[in-house]
């Protein structure tokens, strides 16, 4: 299960270090290509509730096998689409797969250990998405500059294969478990403090997927990197990322997750407007790479503090909802995803400038509204 969420997460994650040459290859703009990040995103956030609830009562080993069954198809379908039409469905398959897979992954690894162990079994489980971040989309960055842009989608389709392959060997049936129903989520969603959470974490990601979504054309027109140098700013930005979990992992636990979460909100700003001012004074040379790599650096590691200090905001605010609500969480997240994709899609032609200013101003947004999560902590 964590080969199967390494892939799903290499897979959702990589397509920002190809846009360039899909857009090339496939004859549209990058922003254009974006729209492959940003439906990808938008379906997940809207199909995991549903399909959470509709396959609630399938035995948890079929669900899998038939998530990662769909993931190989859509990433094979991927590599050989003649167009962007076909390689947009190849994209909406591949949400879907993951809507299924990774619910029912986190819920079979609860399932099948001693109660004592479930915390290590969900961390291995969701492991795997980080370390994607850090390994899985740097060496489909490289396949991509060393091949093309479609060995990376087999490369991807070839490890949800060996995950496929792997489940269906070494996992027993697993008796469904219980999901939470539509109208119960909902209920969820609006208690006290929830909506507030709910809200600064879809503002994060929407300020963290206007560049991110775009970091290999960034990289290109702020620093002058391209290829396999673009690779090196991936895997910056996703052991960064991968380290800043482990570090807050302890600092919630420590301090008040609200006031984490507000320090990060404002340091962001300020990364990012630096991001910014690189964009507009910077150039090709070396000084303008070192402070463009440093910047992805305090980026990552200051932006990936927020997600595990907002999920302990949503545990504290929701009481006995807290796995229903930790639900909720996931579809903020990618729904910030696909609107700051979008947003970062639309303003590409205006130059590194603008999008940077977006991203800026999507986390200016993030501060404002973290004040809400603060009132309910104190309250």
């Not at 949400?95 to 291995?124: D, H, K, N, Q």
């Not at 070839?158 to 999901?179: F, I």
């Not at 070396?286 to 997600?307: D, E, K, R």
Request: aromatic content about 8%; hydrophobic content about 60%; charged content about 10%.
């Amino acid at each position: 299960m964590t080969l199967g969420s390494f892939a799903l997460g290499t897979d959702a994650f990589v397509i920002s270090g190809v846009l360039s040459s899909v857009g090339d290859d496939l004859s549209v703009s990058v922003g254009t290509a974006g729209l492959l990040i940003t439906v990808f995103a938008a379906v997940y956030a809207l199909a995991a509730p549903f399909i959470a609830v509709g396959t609630a009562n399938r035995d948890r080993r079929r669900v899998l096998l038939a998530a990662l069954a769909g993931f190989v198809v859509a990433n094979a379908l991927a590599a050989a689409a003649p167009d962007y039409a076909v390689l947009m469905a190849a994209r909406v398959v591949a949400a879907l797969a993951t809507a299924l897979f990774m619910p029912a992954a986190s819920a079979t690894a609860a399932a099948i250990v001693p109660p004592e162990e479930r915390g290590r079994a969900l961390t291995a489980v969701l492991g795997g998405i980080t370390i994607a971040s850090a390994l899985g989309v740097p060496a489909g960055t490289v396949i991509a500059a060393f091949s093309d842009w479609r060995a990376t989608f087999l490369f991807v389709a070839l490890l949800s294969l060996v995950a496929l392959l792997g489940l269906a060997r070494a996992l027993p049936p697993v008796p469904p478990t219980a999901e939470a129903p539509i109208a119960e989520r909902a209920r969820a969603a609006v208690l006290p403090g929830v909506p507030a959470v709910l809200l600064v974490s879809m503002l994060t990601f929407c300020g963290m997927f206007a560049l991110y979504a775009y970091l290999e054309w960034t990289a290109q027109h702020i620093a002058g990197l391209h290829g396999a140098a673009v690779a090196f700013v991936f895997f910056a930005y996703g052991a960064c990322g991968v380290l800043s979990n482990l570090v807050t992992g302890v600092l919630i636990d420590r301090f008040p997750p609200e006031r984490l979460a507000l320090l990060s909100s404002c340091a962001l700003v300020l990364v990012m407007g630096l991001m910014a001012l690189l964009a507009r004074v910077g150039s090709h040379r070396a000084p303008t790479v070192v402070a463009f790599f440093v910047t992805v650096v305090l980026w990552s590691l200051i932006g990936w503090t927020m997600n595990p200090a907002l999920q302990k905001c949503l545990i504290n605010a929701s009481g006995e909802q807290a796995q229903v609500v930790l639900s909720l969480s996931g579809s903020a997240v990618y729904a910030g995803q696909a609107v700051g994709s979008l947003a970062g899609g639309l303003v590409l032609t205006h130059g590194a400038g603008a999008l940077t200013l977006t991203a800026v101003a999507f986390q200016v947004l993030t501060v404002v509204a973290m004040p809400a999560v603060s009132r309910r902590s104190v309250s």
